[in-house]
C-alpha cells in the first residue's frame, strides 16, 4: 500500500504559527522533503523533531520528486515543507504533486500560515476577488506580457517581491497599471512586521531614501469596473460605425444584434444606429 504525501504549512515568521497538528505529522512520517534543509533544521530543532530530511528545491525538483516518488510507492509516508508558508504555493511542491496525481499516490495537505493570504487580508483593499502573481517572471518578454494582462485585471492583485529587486518592480508596476493604491506588507507576523498603505508613485518617492529590508507581498487594488467600461467606451467611439458593425458580424452574430450590441458599446439608442447605416 503507498504511502501519503503531506503538505505541511510552516511558519512564515512566528513561530507559534507552527499547528499542532503538523508538529505530530512532521513526527510521525518515514522523511521530511525540505526545501532547504540547513534552514529548516532549526525548525525541527525547536519542536524537538528528528524525523530525516532530504532536500527538495527548485534545482532538483525534477530528479528528487521521482525519488520521493519512490519512497511513497514502497509505502513510506512524506512530509514536504517549504522554508516559510505554505508547500506548492509560488514553490516547486507544485512539481511532486502533480507527479503523484499521475502515481494514484495520495496527497493531503495540512492548512497553515500563507503570506499571501495573510498580506491579503491586512491590506485594506477588496478581499472578494483577488488573483495570485507570486514573483513576476525574470525573463523579460515574459514579464512584458504578464504586466500587460494585469493592465485589465480587475481583482485585487498579489505579488512577491524580493527587497533587492522591490524598486525595479515597483517603476514596472508603475509603468504598466498606473499610479494605483498598493499595501506593502513586510515581515509578516515577525516583531518588525510593516503594513503600509500607499501608492505607486509615493512608494517609489519613500524607497529613494529608504533601503528595501525585508520580504515583501504587494497588494494592488484592480482596475476599476467603471474605468474599464469608460475605457471601452471611448474606443469603440474612435472606431467608425461599419468598422464595428463588422466586427461582431464576423463573430457570426446576425445584423439586428450587432446593431444591438454597437448601440450599447457607443451608449446611444439602437435607433441611431439603424438610422445612420440605413438613411446615409
Known amino acids: ?93 507544485e512539481v511532486l504533486v502533480q507527479k503523484c496525481q499521475k502515481a494514484g499516490i495520495t496527497v493531503t495537505s495540512l492548512p497553515g500560515a500563507s503570506a499571501c493570504i495573510t498580506a491579503l487580508t491586512l491590506s485594506g483593499l477588496s ?51 498606473g499610479n494605483r493604491k498598493l499595501t506593502l506588507c513586510r515581515e509578516l507576523t515577525k516583531k518588525f512586521e510593516t503594513v503600509l498603505p500607499t501608492t505607486f508613485e509615493d512608494a517609489l518617492q519613500l524607497y529613494e ?22 475605457e471601452e467606451r471611448q474606443s469603440w467611439q474612435s472606431m467608425s460605425i461599419e468598422d464595428h458593425m463588422a466586427y461582431y458580424e464576423k463573430e457570426g452574430i446576425d445584423q439586428k444584434s450587432a446593431m444591438k450590441q454597437v448601440a450599447k458599446d457607443r451608449g446611444v439608442p439602437k435607433r441611431e444606429i439603424y438610422q445612420y447605416l440605413f438613411n446615409k
Open 1 to 93: 500500500m503507498a504511502g501519503i504525501l503531506y503538505l505541511c504549512a510552516t511558519p512564515i515568521g512566528n513561530l507559534g504559527d507552527m499547528t499542532p497538528r503538523v508538529i505530530e505529522t512532521l513526527k510521525n512520517v518515514d522523511v521530511i522533503a525540505a526545501e532547504d534543509t540547513r534552514n529548516s533544521i532549526k525548525l525541527l530543532n525547536y519542536f524537538e523533531i528528528k524525523t530525516s530530511m532530504t532536500s527538495y528545491h527548485e534545482y532538483n525538483k525534477v530528479e528528487k520528486a521521482d525519488y520521493l516518488i519512490e519512497l511513497l510507492a514502497q509505502g513510506k509516508d512524506v512530509a514536504l515543507i517549504t522554508d516559510a508558508g505554505t508547500p506548492a504555493i509560488s514553490d516547486p511542491g
Open 209 to 230: 531614501n529608504e533601503e528595501p529590508r525585508g520580504e515583501y507581498v504587494l497588494v494592488i487594488e484592480g482596475k476599476s469596473r467603471q474605468e474599464k467600461k469608460e
Open 127 to 177: 478581499t472578494g476577488r483577488f488573483c495570485f502573481e507570486g514573483f513576476l517572471p525574470s525573463d523579460k518578454k515574459i514579464k512584458a506580457e504578464v504586466l500587460e494582462e494585469l493592465k485589465e485585471e480587475t481583482r485585487t492583485i498579489i505579488i512577491y517581491e524580493a527587497p533587492h529587486h522591490l524598486v525595479r518592480t515597483l517603476t514596472e508596476l508603475h509603468k504598466a497599471l
